[in-house]
């Protein structure tokens, strides 16, 4: 009995059942920054869901937000102070871009991944294809 391409494609999408191919389709959605000013100080009151989102230590993050804004930035629990007043959309810009150079997968686009560091240069380990790509400073 010899079954033509198409039925075995669809016998085997019928076999992996309906989580498998949502899970495909499923990008990570970045919260919007929640930020306020205090005197001169921007505050970054929902800092730490991007880290646990993007899977990444929230020191690197910060470095990351505060050499892009030029500025100093330091952490207060949950929160983030920046000095200066910044506006959210400019937190939005820039974790957008940390997420598509240093998270997503350049090969197949999946969030997981993670950040090996051999020798001097950095490489972005994929999880779900295994592709190894060199991350861009």
Known sequence: MSMSYDDLLKRLRKGLGPSV???VDQRVELPSPIT???GRKTIF???MDYPRIMRREPGKILMYLAKELAT???MDGERAIFIGRRDKQSFAV???RYMNERVLCPICGRPDTHIEKVK???FIICEACGARSP???
Do not use: D
């Open 45 to 47: 009151k929902n800092f």
């Open 21 to 23: 191919a949502k899970s």
């Open 135 to 137: 991350v861009r400073s």
């Open 72 to 74: 100093a930035a330091s």
């Open 36 to 38: 306020y000013w205090q």
């Open 120 to 122: 001097r240069l950095q």
């Open 94 to 96: 820039i974790l957008n």
